[in-house]
């Protein structure tokens, strides 16, 4: 690859197979770039989420790359609007993360960059099993306002450095991420932003975790 190549920034739309489904996603690289965070959604929290298109926007702003994918395929999609099951299967989701990282690390464009996790809600729980399964191979993992309590006994077993952001006024989630917190063992870090709820609605507070979250990754990446 000459130098021409290299500086070429890939945007586009992608279809990551993971065994016997697809499952769409949006992909973007940086011209240069050397590592690439993996956004997972579950129900009620696509690909086309705002909050996580902006967060991915900081991030790429800084020369890191994005690959925003939904976990479930439509039709199950469907049915957890009705069950709400799904997004509660801890162990669906992360076993679909781990398809989707062993799937961009065949793909040509993507097999060379570090890789890093993002997930809010019960994808973060998610994501922390899936990078206790892959190991050193995940570089860092940040969790947005999420469930790392819903991955049990693999918190013990992660080795990628994990920042877990919560709402200030989010105070449930808060209790829950600090157990969590004392049960990995990996270097850790709990921020909590004053005056955040859950969604990080509040002015300027979106753009905190943004921020929060790309200084992570450009830390932990780089030096993985």
Known sequence: MNEEEEMVAISREIRVSVGSITLPGV???????????????GSGS??????????????????????LFDLL??????IDL??????????????????????????????SLRIGYFGASTEGGAALVAAAEMGDEIGAVVSRGGRPDMAGEALARVVSPTLLIVGQLDEVVIRLNEEALGKLKCVRELKIVPGATHLFEEPGKLEELA???ADWFQRYLQAA
């Open 27 to 41: 992909l973007n690289i940086p011209g240069r770039a050397e590592y690439l965070v993996l956004f997972a959604h």
């Open 46 to 67: 696509s690909r086309q989420s705002l909050r996580n298109q902006y967060v991915a926007n900081v991030i790429c702003e800084m020369g890191i790359g994005t690959l």
């Open 73 to 78: 395929t439509l039709e199950e999609e469907k």
């Open 82 to 111: 009705q069950t709400r099951h799904l997004r509660f299967d801890i162990g669906l989701l992360a076993r679909r993360l781990v398809g989707a990282t062993k799937w961009v690390k065949r793909q040509k464009e993507t097999a």
């Open 211 to 213: 921020g929060l979250t």
